[in-house]
């Protein structure tokens, strides 16, 4: 059944014009009662489908609103969303992912909400997500890593998420280290990961990823619209959110998969392109002191490294960074 549908989609999105239903049958092997059934489906799950006598079906335009159906439709991952729940209201994707993991899921599972009332951010912090408005989503990976590496996935993700955005638009990416991502100065996505470890292996790791997408300027909390932005708001222009996940999820095995056969050296080069003021100077402040530094870039196991006036570089593990002008904290 399934699979038929995406079959489906992919005759209607191959074809230029219209395709008529006999066509269609033959192609499926089906009845065209049964392609007619699967049409009603599909506009139950918000595609916009013309139909045209003697002439056929035509797609008009896929769903915003997601599903599982969707979100799995022409997904040609290997692993990652094989396993993929959505909700349309959840505390947070993360506690999901968490009782999920326990049960035994396997690595790449995916749970996504459109809406979460109790979003999460780093250090019991608010994340504000607002229903269909963006990308609420947290993934179960199991690395075979120790857990001092487990700051690179996140790191990873990072780059996953900033390379999405360069593909499908003309906007500047950037990563504030360690794990915020920047348009214009301002904050479009955040990461969270969490790991459940005992001593030298890592059990599993949720990796919360958080962005905002078709938020207008007026939908940003007054508090945070300082600092924060959506991907419609910096490009004036709608995103299809389906397509985004599947983008980001793509992406995301392609990276995992590099990163898992060749080390951290090929993801640090992606971060180091998207780092935000790597070559520039900060103030850096630790519990021992606080120093003005130009940021160098990041150590493989994921460190900031920054070079002080007199030429002595630091790995930073954790920081306080001000960033200097547009560049907020948290
Ligand atoms: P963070 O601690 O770096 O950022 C949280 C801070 O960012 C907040 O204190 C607030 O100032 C600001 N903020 C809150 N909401 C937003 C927003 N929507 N856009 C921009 N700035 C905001 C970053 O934490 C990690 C966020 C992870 C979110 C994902 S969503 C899926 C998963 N489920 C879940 O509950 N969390 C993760």
């Given amino acids: 059944m399934e699979s038929t549908r995406k079959e489906l989609i992919q005759l209607l999105n191959n074809v230029e014009g219209h395709i008529s239903g006999q066509e269609l049958s033959g192609q499926l092997g089906i009845s065209r009662t049964a392609v007619w059934k699967h049409m009603n489906e599909l506009k139950k799950d918000g595609y916009e489908i013309e139909a045209v006598q003697r002439k056929g079906y035509k797609i008009l335009s ?42 035994g899921k396997p690595h790449g599972t995916v749970v996504i909400a459109d809406e979460q009332v109790k979003g999460k951010g780093r250090m019991s912090r608010n994340w504000d997500s607002p229903k269909g408005k963006g990308i609420w989503m947290s993934v179960l990976l199991r690395p075979n890593l120790p857990p001092v590496q487990a700051p690179q996935i996140t790191l ?32 479009v996505s955040g990461i969270l990961t969490e790991m459940q470890a005992e001593q030298d292996t890592i059990q599993y790791i949720v990796l919360g ?24 708001i910096e490009s004036r222009q709608h995103w299809n959110i389906q397509q985004t996940v599947q983008h980001i999820l793509r992406l995301f095995e392609e990276t995992y998969e590099r990163f898992e056969a060749h080390g951290f050296s090929s993801i640090k080069k992606d971060w180091e392109h998207f780092g935000y003021k790597i070559g520039e100077e900060v103030t850096i402040s630790t519990m021992k002191k606080t120093w003005q530094a130009t940021l160098v870039g990041i150590e493989p196991d994921g460190a900031l490294r920054a070079k002080s006036k007199d030429g002595e570089e630091e790995k930073l593990y954790s920081a306080e960074i001000h960033w200097g002008e547009g560049g907020y904290h948290a």
Avoid: C, F
């Avoid at 799995?72 to 999920?100: A, M, N, P």
């Avoid at 360069?166 to 504030?176: C, D, H, V």
């Fill in 62 to 103: 896929s769903p915003d609103k997601i599903s599982e159906n969707t979100l799995r439709w022409g997904l040609d991952t290997k692993w990652i969303g094989h396993e993929l729940h959505h909700y349309d209201q959840v505390e947070s994707t993360q506690e999901i992912v968490h009782q999920l993991a326990k049960q």
């Fill in 209 to 232: 990823m958080g962005m905002n997408v078709n938020q207008e300027d007026r939908e940003i909390p007054a508090d945070i619209k300082y600092k924060a932005s959506s991907l419609k």
């Fill in 156 to 187: 990873l993700a990072a780059t996953v998420l900033a390379r999405m955005i360069a593909e499908r638009s003309a906007l500047a990416p950037q990563i504030k280290w360690p794990n915020d991502l920047l348009i214009n100065h301002k904050k």
